[in-house]
């Protein structure tokens, strides 16, 4: 496998919204070694997710290390999952405020709010259906992620600016107080 570039905030790849994948291209060698590398590129980076815009790929697809419909976080020997051309749908009203951090973005967190549960609609990486509902960490990492398939950063969403930190300043005085 690959380790592939990360693109970074300012680069317009970030910024335009992301072409929808054909189920027949997933049958190219091609697509699947994508799908591999961007895995393999998550992990190196330590990420959680990973959208193709952040490869330099305008495509709709990310990958996620995730499990959608609980908040147990994968064991190392879970294969993470991949979501291709996904529908997101809020369930219920509730939006809830938490710390995110972005690969595009390194060494920034920032609070951001989200739908607390969401129902996610799409293709996996042979083509299947993914039709699950998630809440709370799971369903911010997939909102997050399907954001940059629209061209969306996590500084868009952002009330306020306020919390704003550098990474080394969130683990000295923020982590430790997660609400």
């Known amino acids: 496998m690959s380790l592939l570039k990360v693109a970074r905030m300012g680069h317009p790849v970030l910024r ?24 393999d590129t998550m992990h190196e980076y330590h990420g959680v997710g990973l959208a193709a815009p952040q490869i330099h790929e305008s495509l709709r697809i990310f990958v996620a290390a995730i499990a959608p419909e609980n908040d147990d976080p994968l064991s190392p020997d879970d294969e993470p999952m991949v979501f291709i051309n996904p529908i997101i749908t809020p369930v219920g009203p509730e939006v809830v405020e938490d710390w995110e951090g ?20 799409a293709m996996d990486r042979t083509g ?30 952002m009330r306020t600016f306020a919390t704003l930190s550098y990474l080394e300043e969130y683990s000295r005085y923020w982590s430790k107080d997660r609400d």
């Open 102 to 121: 972005c690969l595009s973005i390194p060494d920034i967190r920032g609070r951001v709010p989200r739908a607390r549960a969401i129902r996610i609609v």
């Open 128 to 157: 299947g259906k993914i039709d699950v509902a998630s809440h709370d960490f799971p369903a911010r990492v997939i909102q997050h992620e399907t954001d940059h398939l629209d061209g969306v950063l996590f500084f868009d969403r």
């Open 16 to 39: 335009a919204r992301a072409r929808e994948i054909e189920r027949a291209e997933l049958k190219q060698g091609s697509m699947q070694k994508l799908i591999d590398d961007m895995i």
